[in-house]
């Protein structure tokens, strides 16, 4: 998982409630993002964050919300606007001048809506 | 190969075999690719890249060869092992700006002993 550590492993969450996840990278990149995992789906984009203090809608990014106050660390809440939270949820770093990179992947958050 | 929905396309091979995963992409400017193996529960990890000016590209054990003319994508393994087991992506670079990926829905690789 290479430097980069998402937490916690597992979380639940009450209807109507806001939660926040964590991701944390020591790659030095500039580049993060989040992804939202389906079962049997592919990735799908929520935000991503090129820079400190910048960051940009993805394909869903309705019911979440992102900040990116150090370069390191990129935490995503899941909101109560989002009306079908449960999901894996991914984090992700990559270099970002100098052209296409390698996104390098977290362990990934399974959250569950009860 | 790839497909949409929540029954992802498998492929069964015997252990020592070879095996061949193919990718359909969607955008022929699209200049770098990515394959990922993801196992149950975790994040997908990096196998193998390419880029747009190559055909292909080898790794340990595994190959990697881009078709530009049809947009298609294989990623090779050799003499696959019970440890190969898991789900496969790939994924493409759009190019541009930003370093977005487009993910396929994923192949599932079961390895029979």
């Known amino acids: 998982d290479g430097g980069i550590t998402q937490s916690p492993k597992y979380l639940f969450r009450k209807e109507g409630q806001n939660v926040t996840l964590s991701c944390e990278q020591n790659l030095n990149h500039d580049a993060m993002y989040w992804y939202r995992q389906d079962p049997g789906q592919g990735l799908r984009l929520i935000y991503y964050?090129?820079?400190?203090?910048?960051?940009q809608k993805g394909d869903i990014a309705e019911g979440y919300s992102v900040s990116r106050e150090k370069k390191e660390s990129f935490p995503l809440t899941v909101t109560s606007a989002q009306k079908n939270p449960t999901a894996f949820y991914l984090c992700a770093s990559s270099r970002e001048t100098g052209g296409p990179h390698t996104q390098y992947f977290g362990p990934g958050t399974r959250l569950t809506v009860l | 190969g790839e497909s949409v929905g929540l029954h992802l396309p498998t492929l069964s091979v015997q252990e020592g075999d070879n095996s061949i995963i193919n990718c359909a992409y969607s955008?022929?400017?699209?200049?770098?690719f990515i394959w990922y193996k993801q196992e149950s529960g975790k994040g997908p990890q990096f196998i193998i890249d390419i880029r747009s000016n190559m055909d292909k590209r080898q790794g340990q054990r595994v190959t990697v060869l881009l078709n530009k003319t049809v947009k298609h994508l294989s990623l090779q393994i050799a003499a696959t092992q019970p440890g190969d087991s898991a789900v496969y992506f790939c994924?493409?670079?759009?190019?541009?700006?930003?370093?977005?990926?487009?993910f396929g829905t994923g192949t599932l690789l079961a390895v029979q002993p």
């Open positions: 964050s090129q820079i400190v203090n910048d960051f």
């Open positions: 994924a493409e670079n759009m190019g541009g700006a930003t370093n977005k990926l487009i």
């Open positions: 955008n022929s400017a699209s200049d770098y």
